[in-house]
């Protein structure tokens, strides 16, 4: 049976949206453990202006805590970091992949188009983030399906199923990660809402952003209106996204002297 922890790996605040959270996951079963995104990292800790850039440092209003990093909440937990051999990336944005040359031993599970985008040279990437050149496994597209939508079956060394679920969009191989447990999912729609008021209602600051920042957005409306219809029709799947501020207690951790 495999274990979901849930790790708040940073804190955005950009303008009109309040503080956001960094929802990653540590998910272990059988002394194996994997890392759903990664969030900010000890290097990006360690040297913003070198590793970001002042532009998103001022934008995203960033806070840089190294408390924050996957690495430390996974050594507080009682886990050796170095056993985290592989993570899971639901795309290639500077906020989702920092902490991941904290663990450089680990297997980087993403997508083909994403990373085919990564290698492209598309401007929205911080391609020295991966200069620790991880180990990579590409997922193309495959015959596989979950409650309708295209699935790709992740290569992990757990006999849960974990799939990659194509939500294309906010970059072109944008995906979510669905994990069973028994009769239930659950799915980390990585950014493909930013916040879960954008399932309910269209007329929302946030979707603004949401347009302004996606590679495709005509793509990025059919991916969250897929979402829309299987939490309508579905009981079993909890959604979650990255950013939604409400799963944590954002207001304690801000109050945490830097
Ligand atoms: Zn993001």
């Not at 190294?66 to 690495?71: I, L, Q």
């Not at 999912?185 to 399932?199: C, M, N, R, S, T």
């Not at 929302?204 to 590679?215: L, Y």
């Not at 990025?220 to 959604?239: E, G």
């Amino acid at each position: 049976m495999i274990n979901i922890h849930h790790l708040n790996c940073g804190i955005l605040s950009p303008p009109g949206v309040g503080s956001v959270a960094c929802h990653c996951l540590l998910l272990e079963e059988d002394g194996h453990l994997a890392l759903v995104d990664a969030g900010f990292g000890l290097r990006d800790i360690q040297s913003p202006l070198k590793r970001i850039g002042q532009d998103k440092i001022d934008f995203y209003n960033i806070r840089f805590d190294a408390r924050h990093t996957a690495v430390h909440q996974i050594e507080d937990m009682g886990f050796v970091p170095a056993y985290v051999r592989d993570c899971i990336i639901t795309h290639l944005d500077f906020d989702h992949i920092g902490g991941l040359d904290d663990f450089p031993y680990s297997t980087v599970h993403v997508a083909a188009e994403e990373y085919a985008s990564f290698a492209s040279g598309n401007p929205r990437y911080l391609h020295h983030q991966l200069g620790h050149r991880p180990k990579l496994e590409l997922y193309e597209k495959g015959a596989c399906k979950w409650f309708g939508m295209e699935a790709r079956k992740l290569k992990l060394p757990f006999s849960t199923t974990v799939y990659l679920i194509p939500l294309f969009g906010h970059t072109k191989g944008h995906c979510g990660v669905a994990i069973q447990q028994n009769e239930n999912w659950i799915l980390h729609v990585g950014d493909a809402f930013y916040l879960e008021a954008e399932l309910f209602s269209e007329a929302q600051k946030i979707a603004e952003v949401a347009s302004k920042s996606a590679d495709d957005d005509h793509q990025r409306k059919l991916s969250l209106k897929h979402l829309m219809d299987l939490l309508a029709s579905n009981k079993h799947i909890k959604m979650l996204s990255y950013h939604e501020p409400s799963f944590f207690n954002l207001e304690a951790e801000l109050s945490f002297k830097l």
